[in-house]
Structure formats: C-alpha cells, structure tokens
C-alpha cells in the first residue's frame, strides 16, 4: 500500500501558477501508474492528470490540456503537477492518486490510495 500527501496549494491570482507535489511512502510506488484528481463545492471529483509508471506518457482532459503539465520523479518518490495559466475556475481541492490495475484512468473509483488533499483557490 502506498501513502500519500499533497502540498503546494495555495492562493493564487487569475493567471498565475502552482505547483502541486505529491510526496509518496510504500513499497511500490515506483509500480504505480498516478493521477490527479479535483473537487469544487457541489460538484464530482473530475480527473485532471494520468502519468504512467515511467513518466513517458501523460494524459489530460479538454479542461485543462496546454495548462497543466504532470510529472514524477521515481527517485524522490514524488508526483508533480505544474499548473499555469490558472482560471478561477480551476479552484477545488486537488487530490493524486495511485491507479489500480485494470479500468479506466478516468474514474476515480479505479484508484486505490489517495492522498488528503491540498487546496487551490485562484481569485479573479
């Protein structure tokens, strides 16, 4: 099983940039395939990265593709999320994610430990 832990949120004016780090604790994390997920007040968690065990193949929705960027550093055992260009809509607490074999990278159901969270509030 794998621990995780969010930092680098923050608050942030329309334009502006973060940087999210996931610091992960395990056996295996090197093993695991990582994404990173988001949540506003009153709505679903919505999927925001996919980055496989490697670090060579990334996946990102309309919402935020050309914004932000994941990366990991197998090493140091940590995940990374690079957000620019930041809108007040991208304020949620953001959340990563180890992937479970099998199912869709998309759906948060099919991760399996979650870090606690860490939150971005981008004003206008």
């Known amino acids: 099983q794998v621990q995780l832990v969010e930092s680098g949120g923050g608050l942030v004016q329309a334009g502006g940039s973060l940087k999210l780090s996931c610091a992960a604790s395990?056996?295996?994390?090197?093993?695991?395939?990582m994404g990173w997920f988001r949540q506003a007040p009153g709505k679903e968690r919505e999927f925001v990265g996919f980055?496989?065990?490697?670090?060579?193949?990334?996946y990102y929705p309309d919402s935020v593709k050309g914004r932000f960027y994941i990366s990991r550093d197998n090493a140091k055992n940590t995940v990374y999320l690079q957000m620019n260009s930041l809108k007040p809509e991208d304020t949620a607490v953001y959340y990563c994610?180890?992937?479970?074999?099998?199912?869709?990278?998309?759906?948060?159901?099919?991760?399996?430990?979650w870090g606690q969270g860490t939150q971005v509030t981008v004003s206008s």
């Open positions: 980055i496989s065990w490697s670090g060579s193949s990334t």
């Open positions: 395990g056996r295996t994390f090197s093993r695991y395939r």
């Open positions: 994610a180890a992937y479970l074999r099998g199912g869709s990278y998309l759906e948060s159901s099919n991760y399996d430990a």
